[in-house]
């Protein structure tokens, strides 16, 4: 029985650690997700809109690879790169569209 658990504790942690990925696009809200922010404009760059949609209309942080946003699980981090090409590293939940972050940065 011990030994059963055993392998089901390590093909869990190996599913888990498969499951990371990184992700590629450009940070913005769920208001604007397709990076234009042509229907709300609610500053004159496109970081101003996306901290004003955040800040002032209940948005959502989420990041847009030029065909799908993606929710974030983290909506701290994000704020500091709204509006630039970064890469997630984390777990995608494919049935909600939802990445389960485990770091942000740049892309250089």
């Known amino acids: ?3 059963v658990i055993l392998s089901l504790l390590a ?4 599913s888990a650690a498969q ?3 990184t992700f590629t696009g450009t940070i913005t809200d769920n208001v604007c ?3 234009t922010h042509a229907r709300m404009r609610m500053g ?3 970081v101003d809109c996306t901290l004003a949609c955040i800040n002032a209309h209940g948005a959502t ?4 690879d030029g065909k799908t ?10 704020a500091k ?5 970064v890469s997630v590293v984390g777990t995608l939940d494919a049935k909600t569209k939802t990445i389960r972050v485990d770091s942000i940065s740049p892309v250089k």
Do not use: E, H, I, W
């Open 69 to 78: 946003a993606y929710a974030l699980s983290d909506q701290q981090t994000p």
């Open 81 to 85: 790169f709204a509006a630039q090409k």
């Open 19 to 21: 499951g990371k990925q």
């Open 33 to 35: 997700d397709d990076t």
């Open 1 to 3: 029985m011990t030994r």
């Open 44 to 46: 004159p760059t496109d």
């Open 61 to 64: 942080y989420v990041l847009y």
């Open 11 to 14: 093909a869990a942690s190996l």
